[in-house]
Nanobody, 124 residues
């Protein structure tokens, strides 16, 4: 079993920055990918970043490309989401998730393990 715990959410003004962390513990998969998702009130959950433990490109949703950066520290079993130039429309609960295999994906149905989520609020 894999456990994922996010942290780093909070309240910031427009243009500010936050860094989310996702710490994995338990029986870590040999080959896996991490996805970052978010869900705003009344909206569907959307994938915004996905990175493979094989390396290679990180996939970003167009709405966050150039502002968000996802990285992984394998030694710490921690994945980060650096969020810069935040906008009010970025306000949501943010989740990290893990899936078997190394292929990046924005499809939430492929992810088996989920964190509890962390709230990000961007004030205008």
């Amino acid at each position: 079993q894999v456990q994922l715990v996010e942290s780093g959410g909070g309240v910031v003004h427009t243009g500010g920055s936050l860094r989310l962390s996702c710490v994995a513990s338990g029986l870590i998969l040999d080959y896996y990918a991490i996805g970052w998702f978010r869900q705003a009130p009344g909206k569907e959950r959307e994938g915004i970043a996905s990175l493979s433990m094989y390396g290679g490109d990180v996939y970003y949703k167009d709405s966050v490309k150039g502002r968000f950066t996802a990285t992984n520290d394998g030694a710490k079993r921690t994945t980060y989401l650096q969020m810069d130039i935040l906008k009010p429309e970025d306000s949501a609960v943010y989740y990290c998730a893990m899936k078997h295999g190394g292929a990046q994906s924005f499809y939430d149905g492929e992810y088996e393990y989920w964190g509890q989520g962390t709230q990000v609020t961007v004030s205008s």
